[in-house]
T-cell receptor
Framework: DTGVSQNPRHKITKRGQNVTFRCDPI?????LYWYRQTLGQGPEFLTY????????KSRLLSDRFSAERPKGSFSTLEIQRTEQGDSAMYLC????????????FGEGSWLTVV | AQKITQTQPGMFVQEKEAVTLDCTYD???????LFWYKQPSSGEMIFLIY??????QNATEGRYSLNFQKARKSANLVISASQLGDSAMYFC???????????FGKGTRLSVIA
């Protein structure tokens, strides 16, 4: 399978715990995106990388959210001190920054904070 | 900034019939791209079709076509010969100048009836 891979697919955590999601993009893609989607809404952009550089992070929801892409390949999204309002699906996507720049998504990581 | 509006929360269509899902957009960028994605209940966002703002012809991909009316700022998705497997959420999205991250609408839930 050469698509975007995310894990874990499902995570249930207690309020106040930290969680980390991992994303492996399509291998030749240099851009990687994180989105959040809540029920009944479209995906909401959080942050993105070009190679290892984080080009936009002002949309991260609070300072409890952080993302890294240390070697320009896989990326992690960490949420510290989780709150019930963080319950959502976290989508990762990747693209090749040329042509029509079609963005391909992974299957998402569902987070439930109890 | 880009904005996408999808005014149809839900649509029903008879199997084998055609259906049009509406999308209007707003942007001040001279160049932009418009995308449609399908999201089945499994959660994965599946790329369907792309239209560039300077493309002379409407995009087509199999049973999907995009009715692009630039002056009206609309990019409606037409699905011909609907199948039961087409039942899903459909999202319209756009990116602006410089391959900015996608902005999504709230989606339309399509239900295909046998």
């Amino acid at each position: 399978d050469t698509g975007v891979s995310q894990n874990p697919r499902h995570k249930i955590t207690k309020r106040g715990q930290n969680v980390t999601f991992r994303c492996d993009p399509i291998s030749e893609h240099n851009r990687l995106y994180w989105y959040r989607q809540t029920l009944g809404q479209g995906p909401e952009f959080l942050t993105y990388f070009q190679n290892e550089a984080q080009l936009e992070k002002s949309r991260l929801l609070s300072d409890r959210f952080s993302a890294e892409r240390p070697k320009g390949s896989f990326s992690t999204l960490e949420i510290q001190r989780t709150e019930q309002g963080d319950s959502a699906m976290y989508l990762c996507a990747s693209s090749l920054n040329r042509g029509n720049n079609t963005i391909y998504f992974g299957e998402g990581s569902w987070l439930t904070v109890v | 900034a880009q904005k996408i509006t999808q005014t149809q929360p839900g649509m029903f269509v008879q199997e084998k019939e055609a259906v049009t899902l509406d999308c209007t957009y707003d942007t001040s960028d001279p160049s932009y791209g418009l995308f449609w994605y399908k999201q089945p209940s499994s959660g994965e966002m599946i790329f369907l079709i792309y239209q560039g703002s300077y493309d002379q012809q409407n995009a087509t991909e199999g049973r999907y076509s995009l009715n692009f009316q630039k002056a009206r700022k609309s990019a409606n998705l037409v699905i011909s010969a609907s199948q039961l497997g087409d039942s899903a959420m459909y999202f319209c999205a756009m990116r602006g100048l410089g391959n900015t991250p996608l902005v999504f609408g709230k989606g339309t839930r399509l239900s295909v009836i046998a």
